[in-house]
């Protein structure tokens, strides 16, 4: 069965993903269509670099022009946030990436967007899911295969440049000239490049390029910005003496930072950096957005500036709702995805790094000295991550211990509340909390715990992962 988790449909290539499956679930996007008569506006479709994302885009543009849907088709691997900004550009009533975003070499996958670029939502993804599984191979009209270019209904555009244009419009491009920033990029082997580099060229800094090569296995690593996966990117911010180092995730809708003294800087403080420039440098005015497993930090900063910070179950289609309904300056996830007001209601590395490298060249200061300057005034809070894999046995007895039982183990500091609203979170008194909940996009157990220092946040994660009898990778039971 096609179901849909936070970030769309993935499975393994050759096992879920499959040309079937694939085709099976563009008509159901079609039917869905045509019940909604929006089928005149038409889709955006998409693809990254990964193994069979290109011909998958073709065995849905022959389905959707098989049900008469007209199909632009962007023609060349792209970041998924060029796919959501073009349907909204271009007015379409849907849109689809092929990806699989940052999960292994081994799975690809479908996001699908809604009007306006949006990700689409619980309800969208529900509904889809259960129609689809109504379907049958001979429920799918399609165009003869190497047959869609010749229907009238496919549009192939290969130009990035309204998108890269929109953001270089978005940014003090004069203040970034005048810094001479020296940026070292790693797209991971994925599709960052062309348009993070084509930025950051046209504002005149000094860019270099590591990672850029096609390489469908990722180089053999998860295409994940992760403190360790970019370990090449702090080796080489060093030893090129760069001001800092971006990299982005396989689809390009996520991002790590690495700062000039060869730190990563994670999605936490990126994120607060980066709320705290647009009010501070730039004048904006909101509240904030983000999920239940990303820094409270971004609470103080809000409360600072007598704003408010909006806390929404994880998926980013809950964070763009919720900036659409707060006109919220900034909206994120601790796993390195953010928006920006005026841009698009998605997570967009492209972006985000951009407007980072905007913040070090209007403040004349190091990104070091800037999240220095951060924690001197709004203290500092530290989170760990852990993810544990399971047996689908272990599964059924995790979820019931923890969501029909509510077995937590006896934390050593108070309480305050407890919800279960989107897996669990814990409220502590003195300001820090954990959370546990199933992963959405991989089958782990994920436990994240934010506290004043990062022994405190290992110890509570520790005492969950103990009581639950988890097990990290490689370690012995």
Same mark, same amino acid.
């Given at each position: 069965?096609?179901?849909?988790? &936070?970030?769309?449909?993935?499975?393994?290539?050759?096992?879920?993903?499959?040309?079937?499956?694939?085709?099976?679930?563009?008509?159901?996007?079609?039917?869905?269509?045509?019940?909604?008569?929006?089928?005149?506006?038409?889709?955006?479709?998409?693809?990254?670099?990964?193994?069979?994302?290109?011909?998958?885009?073709?065995?849905?543009?022959?389905?959707?022009?098989?049900?008469?849907?007209?199909?632009?088709?962007?023609?060349?691997?792209?970041?998924?946030?060029?796919?959501?900004?073009?349907?909204?550009?271009?007015?379409?009533?849907?849109?689809?990436?092929?990806?699989?975003?940052?999960?292994?070499?081994?799975?690809?996958?479908?996001?699908?967007?809604?009007?306006?670029?949006?990700?689409?939502?619980?309800?969208? &993804?529900?509904?889809?899911?259960?129609?689809?599984?109504?379907?049958?191979?001979?429920?799918?009209?399609?165009?003869?295969?190497?047959?869609?270019?010749?229907?009238?209904?496919?549009?192939?555009?290969?130009?990035?440049?309204?998108?890269?244009?929109?953001?270089?419009?978005? !940014?003090?491009?004069?203040?970034?000239?005048?810094?001479?920033?020296?940026?070292?990029?790693?797209?991971?082997?994925?599709?960052?490049?062309?348009?993070?580099? &084509?930025?950051? !060229?046209?504002?005149?800094?000094?860019?270099?390029?590591?990672?850029? #090569?096609?390489?469908?296995?990722?180089?053999?690593?998860?295409?994940?910005?992760?403190?360790?996966?970019?370990?090449?990117?702090?080796?080489?911010?060093?030893?090129?003496?760069?001001?800092?180092?971006?990299? $982005?995730?396989?689809?390009?809708?996520?991002?790590?930072?690495?700062?000039?003294?060869?730190?990563?800087?994670?999605?936490?403080?990126?994120?607060?950096?980066?709320?705290?420039?647009?009010?501070?440098?730039?004048?904006?005015?909101?509240?904030? %957005?983000?999920?239940?497993? $990303? &820094?409270?930090?971004?609470?103080?900063?809000?409360?600072?500036?007598?704003?408010?910070?909006?806390?929404?179950?994880?998926?980013?289609?809950?964070?763009?709702?919720?900036?659409?309904?707060?006109?919220?300056?900034?909206?994120?996830?601790?796993?390195?995805?953010?928006?920006?007001?005026?841009?698009? *209601?998605?997570?967009?590395?492209?972006?985000?790094?951009?407007?980072?490298?905007?913040?070090?060249? *209007?403040?004349?200061?190091?990104?070091?000295?800037?999240?220095?300057?951060?924690?001197?005034?709004?203290?500092?809070?530290?989170?760990?991550? #852990?993810?544990?894999?399971?047996?689908?046995? #272990?599964?059924?007895?995790?979820?019931?211990?923890?969501?029909?039982?509510?077995?937590?183990? =006896?934390?050593?500091?108070?309480?305050?509340? %407890?919800?279960?609203?989107?897996?669990?979170?814990?409220?502590?008194?003195?300001?820090?909390?954990?959370?546990?909940?199933?992963?959405?996009?991989?089958?782990?157990?994920?436990?994240?715990?934010?506290?004043?220092? =990062?022994? *405190?946040?290992?110890?509570?994660?520790?005492?969950?992962?103990?009581?639950?009898?988890?097990?990290?990778?490689?370690?012995?039971?």
């Amino acid at each position: 069965m096609i179901q849909f988790g &936070t970030g769309g449909w993935r499975e393994i290539i050759g096992e879920g993903f499959t040309r079937a499956n694939v085709r099976l679930l563009v008509q159901g996007l079609c039917d869905r269509m045509d019940a909604e008569g929006v089928r005149s506006r038409g889709v955006v479709v998409g693809y990254d670099r990964r193994f069979l994302s290109d011909v998958a885009a073709w065995w849905a543009a022959e389905v959707f022009a098989g049900n008469g849907v007209p199909v632009t088709l962007i023609g060349r691997p792209a970041p998924t946030p060029m796919f959501m900004w073009t349907v909204r550009n271009l007015g379409c009533a849907y849109g689809i990436a092929i990806t699989a975003s940052h999960n292994p070499a081994l799975y690809n996958g479908v996001k699908v967007f809604t009007e306006d670029g949006r990700d689409a939502d619980l309800e969208v &993804t529900d509904a889809l899911a259960a129609h689809i599984a109504t379907l049958t191979d001979a429920d799918v009209r399609s165009c003869a295969a190497g047959q869609a270019p010749a229907s009238g209904l496919v549009t192939v555009q290969t130009s990035l440049n309204w998108y890269i244009d929109a953001i270089l419009d978005s !940014l003090d491009v004069e203040a970034i000239r005048h810094a001479h920033l020296s940026v070292v990029l790693d797209p991971m082997f994925g599709v960052a490049q062309t348009c993070l580099q &084509t930025i950051l !060229l046209t504002a005149r800094c000094q860019v270099e390029m590591i990672n850029e #090569r096609h390489d469908a296995l990722f180089g053999g690593r998860m295409p994940s910005p992760t403190a360790a996966s970019i370990e090449p990117l702090r080796q080489a911010v060093l030893e090129r003496h760069a001001d800092l180092g971006i990299a $982005t995730d396989g689809d390009a809708d996520r991002l790590g930072i690495v700062d000039d003294r060869g730190h990563y800087v994670t999605a936490n403080q990126v994120l607060v950096l980066l709320y705290n420039y647009l009010l501070t440098g730039k004048g904006w005015v909101g509240p904030a %957005v983000r999920n239940m497993s $990303t &820094t409270h930090l971004l609470d103080r900063v809000a409360a600072a500036h007598g704003q408010v910070c909006y806390e929404v179950p994880v998926g980013f289609k809950w964070i763009s709702a919720k900036m659409a309904e707060t006109d919220a300056v900034i909206g994120g996830e601790s796993s390195g995805g953010l928006t920006v007001r005026g841009h698009i *209601a998605g997570k967009d590395g492209i972006y985000a790094g951009s407007l980072l490298v905007e913040m070090v060249a *209007a403040s004349g200061k190091r990104l070091s000295e800037l999240y220095a300057d951060l924690v001197a005034t709004y203290g500092e809070l530290e989170m760990v991550e #852990r993810s544990y894999a399971f047996t689908p046995e #272990r599964r059924e007895e995790l979820h019931r211990r923890l969501f029909e039982e509510h077995d937590l183990p =006896a934390f050593a500091e108070p309480v305050e509340r %407890v919800s279960w609203a989107d897996g669990c979170k814990v409220y502590f008194a003195a300001g820090g909390w954990v959370t546990i909940r199933f992963s959405g996009t991989e089958p782990v157990l994920r436990v994240f715990a934010e506290q004043p220092t =990062a022994a *405190a946040a290992d110890a509570v994660a520790a005492l969950v992962a103990g009581h639950l009898g988890l097990l990290a990778p490689g370690e012995a039971a």
